[in-house]
């Protein structure tokens, strides 16, 4: 799959980091912790290439109206906390639809990826990570 801004490689093997039945285990923990059992939730490692460089741990596929998402996991962690990538994540699920309902108002008004949009952004994963944090009982990020 490509987009303007990366290219993601699927059906790839992890390299380092934990095993992917590791992290399916630890995806049936939070979906608990996070009260999502009504989702039906999957994981996906995957490769990340973006030709700004930066190394992206994960992302997500979510349909909301059918309570399905798959959480995409690099092959290559290098941050060394894939908890805290998979936590993260299942946050932007939860925040999905109120996500995409603020970006749609902001984009009403101004262009894509123009100085609003990009603060809006930046905004969103500041609160993603600080609410991550706050789960994790962490404050090393």
């Known amino acids: 799959m490509e987009t303007n801004d990366r290219e993601i490689i699927y059906n790839v093997q992890k390299t380092k980091g934990l095993s992917f039945e590791a992290l399916e285990k630890l995806l049936k923990q939070w979906q608990i912790k996070l009260k999502m059992e009504d989702w039906n939730l999957s994981l996906e490692i995957v490769e990340f290439r973006r030709p700004d460089g ?3 741990s994960g992302d997500f596929i979510a349909d909301p109206d059918k309570k399905t998402a798959t959480i995409l996991m690099t092959s290559d962690p290098w941050r060394g ?3 805290y990538t998979l936590v993260h994540e299942l ?3 939860i925040f999905y639809n109120y ?6 108002l902001i984009l009403k008004g101004f262009e894509k990826d123009n100085a609003e949009h990009e603060k809006y952004l930046e905004k969103l994963e500041e609160t993603v990570h600080h609410l991550t944090r706050i789960i994790l009982g962490r404050s090393d990020r």
């Not at 996500?99 to 749609?104: A, C, I, N, R």
Request: net charge negative; no cysteine.
């Open 91 to 93: 946050l932007h699920v």
């Open 54 to 56: 930066y190394r992206q």
């Open 99 to 104: 996500d995409k309902y603020s970006e749609d």
């Open 81 to 83: 906390d894939e908890e």
